[in-house]
């Protein structure tokens, strides 16, 4: 009798390793891959996803497989039963899960000796409770009954929790009734089926949220995704997937992608792909090759229940090219380049300007009689230097500065009396004075009595600081070590302005930075005779 049970498990064990896959044909893949979701710690056993496939064992043969997503390579699965993965016929087992078992599983069901069908499966395993664990109950608004996702062909014991907590006083079924239901049915429901296998007992869950609905209600569905008359940019040539997400209150009310109002085919290029998950359905456009046409079209969510049609619109746009934007950055730098040198050549010419306006608004009086004193060698042993100091004083700088601008200034030996103190006269008219104007020449040297004047400037620049210094040189200079302490003090803070023939036009630039020195001025003398000349208003 032993002889003969040996034999026929060889004989059958033949049969079916003739069925085995052969690497030269090739398994027709059939139907959407499914996805199941398990928790981990639990066990699962999944049967062929095809009814047919599970039932119809007799003179057939299975192959199960994983894909190793981390090294895309195929993993046979075998059929001992003392391992924790395995398959027996047309169920696979794995026992005790792990985040590690997550992964694509294939299925080859060898109905004729060169002939199989293949199905592909996605498990994903989560180590704890996760959103993505429910399973899809339409919202009802009277529900009944509630079935178990998991577990559906298999000999087991069922317990059920609400909101995670035990259901007392039910029964032992793959099916929850309910009764009455109203909106405080409404929740998150757990099955724990306890099935046997090689003596052990093992746990499978599976959870369902139940949304009751508010009879009276009539809310049409909600667009999640995308917002409506949005942008999406892209480029032309390249893959892009739109994703619609709907919320629903209705049964089967159907969502669609559209293109101008134009339903897509997948032949064009357009695959759409749809999941349900958590109460909403969302809608995958699957564009293979953005064209031009794309981006001047308008691509549509549409969805109707039974009173209108609804639908969210967005266009795609092309990137900007690089080139105009390095173009546009470019031109930018330059502009501000060319503004930066006018700004930086025209910059006297703008504050002079400025100053000419703001005195006809903002003119206040200080108390000060002159705008500035000038201070010069006087006495000269070098007839030369004495005309050219000479010269400079009485001609240029009375003509540009009280003739043309109006500024009033005091000058020794013309705007001093005879028999007046000439040290007290030099103190009160330099206290009334705005500025100082120190003019130094090759021959200037140390202070003698008739530097008086010079020595009581100083001192009221350097000491109480109350009086600006503008320093103005007549000639090249190779040091300024023969002049007074004091005045290479104030020649190392600003340098002198360096006077040159030919730089008597108002409009010079010398007189120019002499301007910028002055203070504003507060009296505009002018001759008898009326000039018709007046300090220039620079252009800006």
């Known amino acids: 009798m032993m002889m003969m049970m040996m034999m026929i498990l060889l004989l059958t064990e033949s049969v079916l390793v003739s069925y085995q896959s052969n690497s030269t044909v090739q398994c027709e893949l059939m139907g959407n891959r499914k996805s199941v979701r398990v928790r981990a710690g639990e066990s699962l056993y999944f049967p062929c996803p095809n009814a047919v496939c599970y039932e119809d064992t007799e003179g057939t043969s299975y192959d199960w497989l994983k894909n190793l997503s981390r090294t895309n390579q195929i993993e046979r699965i075998g059929t001992e039963e003392s391992e924790r993965v395995h398959y027996h016929q047309s169920a696979l087992y794995i026992l005790w899960l792990t985040p590690d078992d997550t992964g694509r599983y294939i299925t080859r069901w060898w109905y004729e000796k060169d002939k199989c069908d293949e199905y592909e499966t996605d498990i994903v395993?989560?180590?704890e409770f996760h959103t993505d664990l429910l399973y899809f109950t339409p919202p009802e608004e009277k529900a009944s009954a509630i079935y178990c996702p998991v577990c559906e062909?298999?000999?087991?014991?069922?317990?059920?929790?609400?909101?995670?907590?035990?259901?007392?006083?039910?029964?032992?079924?793959?099916?929850?009734?309910?009764?009455?239901?109203?909106?405080?049915?409404?929740?998150?429901?757990?099955?724990v089926c306890t099935w046997e296998h090689n003596g052990l007992k093992h746990n499978t869950s599976g959870h369902r949220r139940l949304i009751i609905k508010d009879q009276s209600a009539n809310n049409p569905p909600v667009f999640q995704l995308p917002v409506n008359n949005s942008i999406v940019i892209t480029d032309v040539g390249t893959e892009l997937i739109l994703v619609c997400s709907v919320v629903f209150v209705?049964?089967?009310?159907?969502?669609?992608?559209?293109?101008?109002?134009?339903t897509l085919s997948e032949e064009d290029g357009y695959k759409q792909e749809n999941r349900i998950k958590d109460g909403s359905v969302q809608l995958f456009l699957n564009i293979t090759k953005v064209s031009e046409l794309d981006l001047l079209s308008e691509?549509?969510?549409?969805?109707?229940?039974?009173?209108?049609?609804?639908?969210?619109?967005?266009?795609?746009?092309?990137?900007?090219?690089?080139?105009?934007?390095?173009?546009?950055?470019?031109?930018?730098?330059?502009?501000?380049?060319v503004l930066s040198v006018i700004v930086k050549w025209f910059s006297l010419d703008l504050v002079l300007f400025l100053r000419e306006i703001s005195i006809k608004f903002n003119r206040k009086e200080d108390g000060k009689l002159y705008d500035a004193y000038v201070i010069y060698q006087r006495n000269n042993s070098d007839e030369t230097t004495s005309k050219t100091v000479s010269d400079f004083v009485?001609?240029?700088?009375?003509?540009?500065?009280?003739?043309?601008?109006?500024?009033?200034?005091?000058?020794?030996?013309?705007?001093?009396?005879?028999?007046?103190?000439?040290?007290?006269?030099?103190?009160?008219?330099?206290?009334?004075?705005?500025?100082?104007?120190?003019?130094?020449?090759?021959?200037t040297s140390s202070i003698s009595p008739e530097a008086y004047d010079l020595q009581v400037g100083l001192h009221q620049a350097l000491v109480q600081g109350e009086t600006g210094v503008i320093l103005i040189q007549l000639g090249e200079m190779q040091d300024y070590t023969h002049l007074p302490l004091g005045l290479q003090h104030l020649l190392c803070k600003?340098?002198?302005?360096?006077?040159?023939?030919?730089?008597?036009?108002?409009?010079?630039?010398?007189w120019k930075r002499v301007r910028y020195r002055m203070p504003v001025a507060s009296s505009r003398q002018r001759s008898s005779e009326k000039r018709s000349l007046e300090c220039p208003s620079l252009p800006v």
């Open 125 to 127: 395993v989560y180590e």
């Open 153 to 191: 062909k298999q000999q087991a014991a069922f317990i059920w929790y609400k909101n995670f907590s035990l259901i007392p006083n039910q029964e032992s079924k793959n099916v929850l009734r309910i009764r009455n239901s109203s909106k405080e049915s409404k929740g998150i429901y757990t099955c």
């Open 250 to 262: 209705c049964d089967g009310c159907p969502v669609r992608w559209e293109r101008n109002e134009t």
């Open 299 to 337: 691509f549509r969510c549409t969805t109707e229940d039974s009173y209108r049609v609804m639908f969210v619109s967005i266009t795609l746009k092309s990137r900007a090219s690089m080139l105009a934007v390095i173009l546009a950055c470019i031109c930018t730098f330059l502009l501000v380049l």
């Open 394 to 443: 009485n001609g240029s700088l009375l003509t540009v500065l009280e003739s043309y601008c109006g500024f009033k200034l005091f000058i020794h030996g013309r705007d001093d009396l005879p028999g007046e103190d000439c040290m007290n006269l030099i103190e009160t008219k330099i206290q009334l004075s705005r500025r100082l104007i120190i003019i130094l020449t090759p021959g």
């Open 494 to 510: 600003n340098n002198p302005l360096l006077w040159r023939d030919g730089q008597s036009s108002p409009t010079s630039k010398f």
